[in-house]
């Protein structure tokens, strides 16, 4: 399961609150057009009782029974008629109902309220009726009238927030980007964005003690470095040089021979392990930078040519397959120090007998070998002075570190896999 793609300040901001006013205003316009009906159906029943007390003062005016039905006639929502036998006289109820109108051919909604009246001393039902199909239409209006402001209220106040949220962030976004280009090998002192800002103004304070101290420790372990490279390299020049002239004197007895042989194999292999080092700290520091575009079929074919003899002297095949021309920006040197060492390593690692293919494509450059019968350690095929019963011997344990390190530094990414039965295969991808 992939990782959810991560997503701005502001825009996680304002999506929490766009989804937290939704919610209100989808909510809040239901509860308001439910209390606005509640309100006006509370007039509207505050309304039927007072004609209620109305009808009932004027009862007594009504000479006849007869007269009432002229009444009714008169008032359609009004309905009064005597008691039926059996029928109870209970008391002032208002209910909803619904009843059908002719004439607009629909049915519409009514309050209406029922109660028993007295008339020339008989008990009497009253009906009274209030259509509500304006307080429908109105109440309707209303609440969309209501969502209405509501939405360009909450429209208006996403664009302030957005224009405000986008003001106030700017230094953080300005800062962000001179970050972005800082490198700690500039001598240049690094200006952060000015920020009227508080919290903005104490992060530029700390960030710029930060990296004025990283930069100058970066400084002193580079000067460190440099100075302990050259200051070894010197001394284990002079020792070889030494040690290959005493080898060459003929007063040596073959015993003294050989221990001369081990010693100047030692100091080559200090040599070795010195340079490499001293890349890696390079590596380490960002000191190659990629400025020019790199054509890797040339990288490889070049660097199978010089490992042919090797590799021949090994008694193993080399076989190349590069006709694809891939052009990554990268540093030259870098690159043809990734191929080199991949290329010496499963030399190195082989066995009589075996083989090595190249093989380069348009998303892929692929180092594969036969070796040994067993797979690289688990998470450390890469780590440094790794060393095991199987290793090779002359090996200082660092070239597939560098490796690493260069996939990093370019951009590039280096994976390995082993088939049985001793087949190991090392894979460098870019997007």
């Not at 009808?55 to 929502?77: E, I, Q």
């Not at 972005?180 to 919290?199: G, H, W």
């Not at 199978?304 to 190349?320: K, P, S």
């Not at 199987?390 to 390995?416: D, F, K, M, R, W």
Request: with cysteine.
């Amino acid at each position: 399961m992939s990782a959810p793609r991560p997503l701005k300040l502001l825009t996680r901001t304002l999506r929490t609150q766009l989804v937290y006013a939704g919610l209100v205003l989808l909510a809040g316009t239901f509860v308001f057009y439910f209390v606005l009906q509640q309100l006006y159906y509370a007039d509207v029943d505050e309304a039927l009782l007072l004609r209620r007390d109305e009808v009932v003062g004027k009862l007594p005016l009504v000479a006849r029974p007869a007269d009432l039905a002229l009444w009714m006639r008169l008032d359609r929502d009004l309905e009064i008629r005597p008691l039926r036998p059996g029928e109870a006289a209970g008391p002032a109820r208002i209910v909803p109902e619904k009843r059908y109108l002719a004439a607009a051919d629909e049915w519409e909604p009514y309050r209406t309220l029922t109660t028993t009246v007295r008339y020339q001393g008989r008990p009497y039902r009253l009906v009274l009726r209030s259509s509500l199909v304006e307080s429908e239409d109105l109440l309707a209006a209303i609440g969309l009238a209501q969502a209405g402001l509501l939405v360009v209220l909450l429209g208006g106040l996403v664009l302030v927030q957005q224009r405000v949220a986008r003001r106030l962030w700017r230094p953080f976004y300005q800062t962000l980007t001179q970050l972005r280009r800082f490198r700690l090998d500039q001598r240049a002192p690094i200006e952060l964005a000015a920020s009227p800002t508080v919290e903005f103004v104490e992060l530029n304070v700390a960030l710029t003690e930060l990296l004025t101290q990283h930069r100058r420790l970066f400084h002193s372990q580079k000067e460190f470095t440099e100075n302990a490279s050259h200051e070894l390299q010197t001394p284990l020049a002079v020792l070889h040089t030494k040690l290959e002239l005493l080898a060459q004197s003929p007063e040596l007895t073959e015993a003294q021979a050989q221990h001369l042989d081990a010693l100047v194999a030692v100091t080559q292999r200090l040599s070795r392990l010195n340079r490499s080092l001293l890349l890696l700290a390079r590596l380490d520091n960002q000191q190659f930078a990629a400025t020019e575009a790199v054509d890797l079929r040339q990288v490889v074919h070049s660097v199978a040519g010089q490992v042919q003899e090797q590799a021949e002297a090994a008694h193993l095949t080399l076989r190349v397959a590069a006709a694809v021309s891939v052009l990554r920006q990268a540093n030259q040197t870098l690159i043809e120090m990734l191929v080199s060492n991949l290329l010496v390593n499963a030399i190195r690692h082989n066995v009589p007998g075996g083989w090595v293919q190249v093989q380069l494509t348009a998303r892929q450059l692929t180092v594969a070998n036969t070796g040994r019968p067993a797979p690289l350690p688990a998470g450390r095929e890469f780590a440094r002075f790794r060393k095991d019963a199987l290793s090779a011997p002359g090996g200082v344990g660092l070239g597939l570190a560098i490796s690493q390190q260069i996939v990093s530094t370019c951009g590039l990414t280096l994976a390995y896999r082993f088939t049985a039965p001793n087949q190991h295969c090392f894979e460098v991808s870019w997007p």
